[in-house]
């Protein structure tokens, strides 16, 4: 899965359904949505709460399955993977960032980033050099010693974000990664997302209630009730 094209889309979802049942009560969370990522695209996903942001989004990312249509990511069709591949091909071809930044309390801020790199069986020089590019990469080389507690909201989610990035995914998928910091920061972590857009060719979704930071992405997709508005 190394194809680029320039143009096309690296992420399609066609006709998805999410039905839920709640206690015997259905949810009908999407409603035939029809989605576009292009490559080298930075999309913000917005919509009030309830709308079907996370929903979508736990599907593109192959976490969820639709009840009805179909996801594409590369061409892929996601219905086809078993729930073993779709794990292959999160850890390889994905970054998720959650709203507040999931990271191992026990671990440094270097460990944290560098956790995906273990997993993934790379030698301990070539994880050194890639964590401390990363960590640069996000300005927070001086706090690789530091441990999730010592850091404020928006560093730990610049270290989410480094560990998201490790692996050099092509898609970064953000379920509002700006949800519980202030505007000044939110708008740097989306600064952020736009620098690695332009410099590092990865394709990003990032759900946001943030209509403020609309100007730095280049596409923006409301849903309205489970439908693109
Ligand atoms: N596991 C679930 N079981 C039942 N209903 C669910 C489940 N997950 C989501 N829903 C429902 O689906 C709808 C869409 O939820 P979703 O979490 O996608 O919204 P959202 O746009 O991400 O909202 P927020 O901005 O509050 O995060 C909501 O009505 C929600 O209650
Ligand atoms: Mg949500």
Known sequence: ??????????????????????????????????????????????????????????????????????????DQDLNALSDEELAILRRNHVGIVFQSSALMPLLTAYENVELPLRIQGVARSERDRRVKECLDLVGMIHRATHRPYELSGGEQQRIAIARAIITSPDVILADEPTGELDSITARRIFSLFRDLVNEKDVSIVAATHDRGLIDIVDKVVELKDGEIA
Do not use: C, W
């Open 1 to 74: 899965m190394s194809t680029k094209h320039p143009k096309g889309n690296i992420i399609e979802a066609d006709g998805v359904h999410r039905k839920f049942d709640l206690a015997g009560q259905p949810v009908h969370a999407l409603k035939g949505v029809d989605f576009q990522l292009a490559y080298g695209e930075f999309l913000s996903l917005v919509g009030r709460s309830g709308s079907g942001k996370t929903t979508l989004l736990n599907i593109i990312a192959g976490l969820d399955r639709p009840s009805e249509g179909t996801t594409y990511f590369k």
